[in-house]
């Protein structure tokens, strides 16, 4: 796990059994500033901003077509969670992982504005009834 063919995590584990605990918790804090910093850039938070906009504006102008969106397609809103998850799981293990649970997010809500104005279904079933 250790030495010159080690992954990344396992030279990480290697240099605390030479350096001790606080060599992890010292990898763990700059992690955690790298993502904040990351987070806090302008852009991202103008992507964030955006995304919560439609998000604000769904619900409260679309809330009964998304009730159908969701009773259309149970599998794509039972699948937040896992989405959660797995944003946990990237940011936990992946260096940058803010971005990699960004994009996660980010491929379910596009997903859920397909399914709102491009999926037959759901649009079959918000279309007026004459």
């Known amino acids: 796990m250790a030495g010159p063919g080690a992954s990344h995590a396992g030279a990480a584990i290697g240099g605390s059994a ?20 990351i987070l806090t850039n302008p852009y991202m938070l103008m992507g964030i901003a ?11 102008r679309f809330r009964s077509h998304m009730e159908e969106v969701v ?39 596009i997903t859920g504005i397909y399914f709102a104005f491009a999926d037959p279904v759901a649009s079959a079933n918000a279309a007026p009834k004459s």
Request: glycine content about 14%; cysteine-free.
């Open 50 to 60: 955006g995304v919560a906009a439609i998000w604000v504006t769904a619900r409260a």
């Open 71 to 109: 009773t259309a397609h149970p599998g794509w809103a039972r699948g937040l969670p896992a989405v959660g998850w797995g944003a946990a799981a990237t940011f936990v293990f992946n260096d940058s992982g803010i971005v990699a649970a960004i994009f996660l997010f980010g491929a379910f809500f």
């Open 18 to 37: 030479h350096r001790g605990v606080g060599y992890l918790a010292d990898i763990a804090w700059r992690k955690v500033l790298m993502n904040g910093r």
